[in-house]
């Protein structure tokens, strides 16, 4: 079983950055590819960065340059650093995990927090 735990989210101007934070539970974390996705009102889930298990990285398109997902296999916690927010990036930010153990699959989903960019 796999927890996961986002925080960091909140209410910034435009400009701003934030970082969120995804924290894992269980045992599986450094076998996972994680990620993150958003969804905004009256819009469908988007990919906004991903993260492999051997640290290789990649972007929604709005997002390259601005954000940049890391992680801490000790610590169990997946990072997103926004900077230059906008209010286009208003959403609820989920975090991912998927992965394949001894022929079981795992594909987690957690709460999501709120990030809102406002002037």
């Known amino acids: 079983q796999v927890q996961l735990v986002e925080s960091g989210g909140g209410l910034v101007q435009p400009g701003m950055s934030l970082r969120l934070s995804c924290a894992a539970s269980?045992?599986?974390?450094?076998?996972?590819?994680m990620a993150w996705y958003r969804q905004a009102p009256g819009k469908e889930r988007e990919m906004v960065a991903t993260i492999s298990n051997v640290g290789s990285t990649q972007y929604g398109d709005s997002m390259r340059g601005r954000f940049t997902i890391s992680r801490d296999n000790a610590r169990k916690t997946v990072y997103l650093q926004m900077n230059n927010l906008k209010p286009e990036d208003t959403a609820v930010y989920y975090c991912?995990?998927?992965?394949?153990?001894?022929?079981?699959?795992?594909?987690?989903w957690g709460q999501g927090t709120q990030v809102t960019v406002s002037s």
């Open positions: 269980g045992s599986i974390f450094p076998f996972a590819n």
């Open positions: 991912n995990a998927v992965t394949t153990l001894f022929s079981r699959d795992y594909d987690a």
